[in-house]
C-alpha cells in the first residue's frame, strides 16, 4: 500500500508564490520519478513539472522560469515552488509516484486559486 499526500495550497494574489509539498509513504522500494500535474473542470489534466531519481527536471512551456520542481530522496518527498503566479494557474493540483513496475500513486489533490 502506498500514499500519496499533497500540502501547500490555498488563495493568493495574482503575482503571488506558493510552495506545495507531496510526500509518499508505504510500501516503497524506489520511485522513479514524481511528477505535479494540474486539472481544471472541462480540461485536460495537464503535466506541469515532473523530477526523477536522478534530478533531471522536465517543465511545462507555461511555468517555465516560474515554477521550480525539487526532490528530498531520503523523505520521499517533492516540492513544487511556484513564483509570479497568474490567475491562468488556478486548478487542482495532483501529485504522482511513479514506482516503474510497481505503478504509478495519484494523492488526492490540493486547490490552487489565484486571483487578479
Known amino acids: 500500500q502506498v500514499q500519496v499526500v499533497e500540502s501547500g495550497g490555498g488563495l493568493v494574489q495574482a503575482g503571488g508564490s506558493l510552495r506545495l509539498s507531496c510526500a509518499a509513504s508505504?510500501?516503497?522500494?524506489?520511485?522513479?520519478?514524481m511528477g505535479w500535474y494540474r486539472q481544471t473542470p472541462g480540461k485536460q489534466r495537464e503535466l506541469v513539472a515532473v523530477?526523477?531519481?536522478?534530478?533531471?527536471?522536465n517543465y511545462a512551456d507555461s511555468v517555465k522560469g516560474r515554477f521550480t520542481i525539487s526532490r528530498d530522496n531520503a523523505k520521499n518527498t517533492v516540492y513544487l515552488q511556484m513564483n509570479s503566479l497568474k490567475p491562468e494557474d488556478t486548478a487542482v493540483y495532483l501529485c504522482?509516484?511513479?514506482?516503474?513496475?510497481?505503478?504509478?500513486?495519484w494523492g488526492q489533490g490540493t486547490q490552487v486559486t489565484v486571483s487578479s
Open positions: 504522482k509516484a511513479d514506482l516503474g513496475y510497481w505503478g504509478g500513486y
Open positions: 508505504g510500501s516503497i522500494f524506489s520511485i522513479n520519478a
Open positions: 523530477i526523477t531519481s536522478g534530478g533531471s527536471t
